[in-house]
């Protein structure tokens, strides 16, 4: 599902993102990503995404190789791969409904599908009833659930998040965990970059520890 072969990343300001990484994530697998700041969980997560390209290497997502994926392409491979973010990146002066729909929007989807998935992906995230709003008028937790179901709308097979639980409270990062869990459980394939080792430890998931753009450790807790 995803394969990295050798890669690296430098960035134009000479700051290397990743060193060499190889990396192998099978289909409906859930792993966790951490390591210290600046370790490079953010870039892997971007590389997977193609919000960046590998400076070295070679990326696979899906049987796809994304060196090669051209430009124009980028948008049909982002259907496929739906991306979390810690500061979730609602627009104010949209409602939820409109923030979740967004993705089949700007694909062309007729407007009684939209609306029957966006009211689906928020019936999984449990807001069903906040559809009508607007992003201010929601707690941190409630956002961050608006931010997963915009994610889920268009049904990716792989879901990426990164620090996904970076600024909620204890109880809460385990509700959002509880769902990501869940999403695996009928076979979306996650990759979960924290810092958070005490919330995912117990968890008897895969965890990649990344330093300094490599991987230094790479195995699987138990419960």
């Not at 990343?9 to 390591?35: Q, S």
């Not at 879901?159 to 076979?187: H, K, W, Y």
Request: zero cysteines.
């Amino acid at each position: 599902m995803i394969q990295f072969d050798n890669v690296a990343k430098r960035y134009p300001n000479g700051h290397e993102g990743l060193a060499v990484v190889d990396l192998h994530v099978a289909p409906g697998e859930m792993a966790f990503v951490t390591g210290h700041s600046g370790a490079g969980k953010s870039t892997l997560l971007k590389l997977i995404g193609l919000f960046e390209r590998s400076t070295r290497g070679q990326v696979w997502v899906n049987g796809r190789n994304l060196n090669k994926l051209k430009q124009r392409d980028i948008p049909y491979h982002r259907r496929e791969v739906g991306m979390i973010f810690q500061d979730h990146r609602l627009l104010p002066d949209r409602t939820v409904f409109d923030n979740i729909a967004l993705p089949l929007v700007v694909t062309g989807m007729r407007r009684a599908e939209t609306g029957r998935r966006v009211r689906a992906a928020l019936d999984k995230v449990s807001l069903l009833k906040k559809e009508k709003v607007f992003p201010i008028t929601l707690s941190g937790g409630e956002q961050q659930r608006v931010g997963i179901a915009r994610a889920l709308v268009s049904k990716p097979p792989v879901l990426l998040a990164d620090e996904p639980t970076g600024n909620l409270d204890p109880d809460l990062s385990r509700e959002i965990m509880e769902l990501f869990l869940q999403f695996n459980q009928v076979g979306v394939t996650l990759l979960i970059a924290t810092h958070d080792l005490g919330l995912v430890d117990h968890l008897g998931r895969r965890i990649i520890t990344l330093q300094q753009g490599r991987v230094a450790d790479d195995s699987q807790r138990t419960t």
